[in-house]
């Protein structure tokens, strides 16, 4: 059973930082890329950030130079560590296996509000 479960979202102010952790479970984790993507109030989900199985990284350009995504294989876990952020950065945030096997598969999130 596939779980992707999400945490660390919380309250900060603009000009804050939060480290979101994503912990997965039913998955072969170390040969999928990961994506972190994030829905705010009335908008679209979008792919915000992006690590592959060796390590390379792509960014929305929004959160280039913000955010930090990366992964630890052993735990099975994917990180994203935000900082300076905004209150655009408002939404909840996801995770997900970037592989059409999982393209219906989404995790409860974790919200993140942005105080200006």
């Known amino acids: 059973q596939v779980q992707l479960v999400e945490s660390g979202g919380g309250l900060v102010q603009a000009g804050g930082s939060l480290r979101l952790s994503c912990v997965t479970s039913?998955?072969?984790?170390?040969?999928?890329?990961m994506g972190w993507y994030r829905q705010a109030p009335g908008k679209e989900r979008d792919l915000v950030a992006r690590?592959?199985?060796?390590?390379?990284?792509n960014y929305a350009d929004s959160v280039k130079g913000r955010f930090t995504i990366s992964r630890d294989n052993a735990k099975n876990t994917v990180y994203l560590q935000m900082n300076s952020l905004k209150p655009e950065d408002a939404a909840v945030y996801y995770c997900?296996?970037?592989?059409?096997?999982?393209?219906?598969?989404w995790g409860k999130g974790t919200l993140v509000t942005v105080s200006s």
């Open positions: 039913g998955i072969l984790f170390r040969i999928h890329a």
């Open positions: 997900k296996p970037e592989s059409v096997t999982f393209m219906n598969y």
């Open positions: 690590i592959t199985p060796n390590g390379n990284t």
